[in-house]
């Protein structure tokens, strides 16, 4: 087996080869997640690194077959989901391997590991697609329900086609929610109740159909009609117990019941295309029947690459549906996500930069506070990403950022795979310390830019740009502030200043206790009464999130030094003790300072 360093004195796993021990001392394996935006196709998503297997000394010839074993995590597979290893070459021609076992041990290794039988060398990645389902249909035809989901089935009529024909399908679920969110987001799609899964048929023999193919699939009833027809049922009842009352309305009841039926009934159409240079269309020919438990059947006489079936509740334009039908295949491919950027809480100058998908947004804050990471800034409103998407982002103001501590002002990258966690851990420091001077903080901003794929050019090597990005707008912005340094200025001996007054050393442990004390009673900020600036009480707040004994010393900390060195600060922090209410510690304070004792 290979194993890869990760550049921070760690060892990773990257993969496992069999092969005979010669072969495998020619073989060079390395992890290259960068250019993972490469690998990936629309319903695909990565849950491996991307590893990438060459020869070292192209003279030796490897004894293919060979066996690899990949490491991957994946979630939410589905039944509708299946994994399998895409193996790229050199001209990006991509072949998808079965693997030949999931098991859970390498070795000593304990993990998830997808291992397939090899004939060549390249780039592979572990990813989840949709299952592709394969069958033949005879001449003497054939009913075919599919394994994915049972509810869908095809019937082709015996001499459907000339010759044996293979079929390869492909089911894309369409979730309520999501049929529900292009609704709210798009007044035109009001009408639109709920539509059946996304379906994909290759058909790669070409055949014309000499018959019409029956197909049968769900698409979920409108549930106001559900409700209605339950009311209608409890009325009946209700009817068959006051015969003799009903008999004198029969024409109000008839009315009402036929009017409600003429508002809640449902229309259905088909949508699909012959291909995809030619886009979606409305096949209003096709009649589609309501089945019962919310099936649809309809017969279709020509081959279509994919389809979908919508049911809305009243009349709705074919330019809306066709619309709806793009809206609907770019949403099932697309994932809402949101930038995070948080600090260190006891370092605000070490922060992590991570993308997170917005159903996951909750438990991954979580899980950054529990690694010490906490906000401000807050994370971003929400946004589309497609698997393999990037994010470019650069710091802009006061404040600049660096992987290694040492090169500052470069342009960083995150790549979205929506069950992957891409992260950066900076260093951020300020570009000039007399800078921001009217502000108790440095100032600078995190300028987020989306990079779609086909934005990204088909190159092994993927340098991060340098420009300015000035060809497209910012994706997103998040301001960012650090606290400023207490500047310590080596004077000569003969010009230093010299305190005589020794008590000045000891107010430290006299602030800390006062501060310990009003914090048991959680006395907030501004309870204190310090004449201080808002934004001195912005910044304690920041510099200390969670600590209030902190908070309440750092404020402390910085009224005294607004006073002048003449003041008697134990008159005045008396004073304001007795206003906010805390006699008992303005005493306390006079006698501690008058018998100097400050523990």
């Known amino acids: 087996f290979l194993v890869e360093g990760s550049g921070k004195n760690e060892c990773e796993v990257a993969c496992f080869i069999k092969a005979p021990a010669t072969a495998l001392e020619n073989l060079k394996c390395k992890i290259v997640n960068d250019i993972s935006s490469l690998v990936v196709d629309d319903s695909e998503e990565?849950?491996?690194?991307?590893?990438?297997?060459?020869?070292?000394d192209d003279d030796k010839t490897i004894p293919f077959p060979i066996n690899i074993a990949i490491p991957f995590t994946s979630c939410f597979r589905g039944n509708y989901r299946e994994i399998v290893v895409k193996v790229t070459d050199v001209n990006f021609q991509s072949n998808y391997l079965t693997p030949i076992s999931l098991e859970g041990y390498q070795g000593n290794h304990k993990e998830t590991f997808a291992e397939v039988k090899i004939y060549q060398l390249g780039v592979f990645s572990v990813l989840s697609c949709l299952k592709k389902q394969t069958f033949t249909v005879p001449k003497v035809g054939l009913s075919q329900k599919l394994?994915?989901?049972?509810?869908?089935?095809?019937?082709?009529?015996?001499?459907?086609?000339?010759?044996?024909?293979?079929?390869?399908?492909?089911?894309?679920?369409?979730?309520?929610?999501l049929v529900s969110t292009l609704k709210a987001r798009h007044d035109m799609y009001h009408?639109?109740?709920?539509?059946?899964?996304?379906?994909?048929?290759?058909?790669?023999?070409?055949?014309?159909?000499?018959?019409?193919?029956?197909?049968?699939?769900?698409?979920?009833?409108?549930?106001?009609?559900?409700?209605?027809?339950?009311?209608?049922?409890a009325r009946a009842i209700r009817a068959t117990v006051k015969r003799v009352a009903t008999a004198y309305h029969p024409r109000a009841v008839s009315a009402s019941l036929r009017k409600n039926g003429e508002n809640?009934?449902?229309?259905?159409?088909?949508?699909?295309?012959?291909?995809?240079?030619?886009?979606?269309?409305?096949?209003?020919?096709v009649i589609i029947q309501n089945a019962r438990n919310g099936l649809v059947s309809f017969e279709l006489n020509e081959h279509l690459e994919s389809f979908v079936v919508i049911r809305f509740s009243f009349l709705l334009e074919n330019t809306y549906l066709l619309l709806f039908a793009r809206a609907l295949e770019e949403a099932v491919c697309s994932t809402m996500a949101n930038v995070i950027l948080y600090r260190k809480r006891e370092n605000p100058y070490k922060i992590v930069v991570l993308l997170s998908?917005?159903?996951?947004?909750?438990?991954?804050?979580?899980?950054?506070?529990?690694?010490?990471?906490?906000?401000?800034?807050?994370?971003?409103?929400?946004?589309?990403?497609?698997?393999?998407?990037?994010?470019?982002?650069?710091?802009?103001?006061n404040?600049?950022?660096?992987?290694?501590?040492?090169?500052?002002?470069?342009?960083?990258?995150?790549?979205?795979?929506?069950?992957?966690?891409?992260?950066?851990?900076?260093?951020i420091k300020e570009v000039d310390e007399f800078g921001n001077h009217s502000s108790p903080h440095y100032k600078g901003t995190a300028v987020f830019y989306k990079i779609t794929r086909e934005m990204i050019t088909k190159k092994w090597e993927q340098p991060l740009p340098y420009?300015?990005?000035?060809?497209?707008?910012?994706?997103?912005?998040?301001?960012?502030?650090?606290?400023?340094?207490?500047?310590?200025?080596?004077?000569?001996?003969?010009?230093?200043?010299?305190?005589s007054d020794s008590s000045e050393a000891l107010w430290d442990n006299l602030l800390y206790w006062l501060a310990e004390e009003l914090a048991e009673d959680n006395t907030s900020l501004l309870a204190l009464r310090l004449p201080v600036r808002r934004s001195v009480l912005q910044?304690?707040?920041?510099?200390?999130?969670?600590?209030?004994?902190?908070?309440?010393?750092?404020?402390?900390?910085?009224?005294?030094?607004?006073?002048?060195?003449?003041?008697?600060?134990?008159?005045?922090?008396?004073?304001?003790?007795?206003?906010s209410g805390r006699s008992d510690l303005s005493e306390e304070l006079c006698f501690k300072w008058q018998n100097k004792v400050f523990t």
């Open 46 to 56: 990565l849950v491996s690194n991307v590893i990438g297997i060459e020869c070292s």
């Open 147 to 177: 394994s994915v989901d049972s509810r869908i089935s095809f019937y082709y009529p015996p001499e459907t086609f000339s010759s044996p024909a293979p079929m390869q399908l492909k089911v894309q679920p369409i979730e309520p929610s």
């Open 191 to 233: 009408s639109v109740v709920s539509a059946s899964a996304l379906v994909y048929v290759q058909h790669p023999s070409a055949q014309p159909f000499n018959s019409s193919v029956t197909i049968t699939l769900p698409c979920p009833p409108n549930p106001e009609k559900k409700r209605e027809d339950e009311t209608e049922h």
């Open 264 to 285: 809640l009934s449902d229309t259905l159409k088909l949508l699909g295309h012959r291909n995809k240079e030619e886009g979606w269309k409305v096949f209003d020919d």
């Open 357 to 397: 998908a917005s159903k996951e947004l909750t438990c991954e804050l979580q899980n950054l506070h529990e690694e010490g990471y906490f906000g401000p800034p807050e994370p971003t409103q929400q946004f589309p990403l497609r698997e393999g998407e990037q994010i470019h982002f650069r710091f802009r103001g």
């Open 399 to 427: 404040i600049f950022a660096s992987e290694n501590g040492k090169d500052f002002g470069k342009v960083y990258r995150l790549i979205f795979h929506s069950q992957r966690k891409p992260r950066l851990k900076l260093q």
């Open 467 to 499: 420009g300015e990005y000035q060809h497209q707008s910012p994706l997103c912005k998040l301001a960012l502030t650090l606290p400023k340094h207490e500047k310590f200025i080596n004077r000569p001996q003969s010009t230093r200043r010299i305190s």
């Open 539 to 579: 910044l304690v707040r920041l510099k200390c999130p969670d600590n209030l004994t902190h908070q309440i010393y750092e404020l402390l900390c910085c009224w005294k030094k607004t006073l002048p060195r003449s003041a008697d600060k134990q008159q005045l922090l008396s004073r304001y003790l007795r206003k």
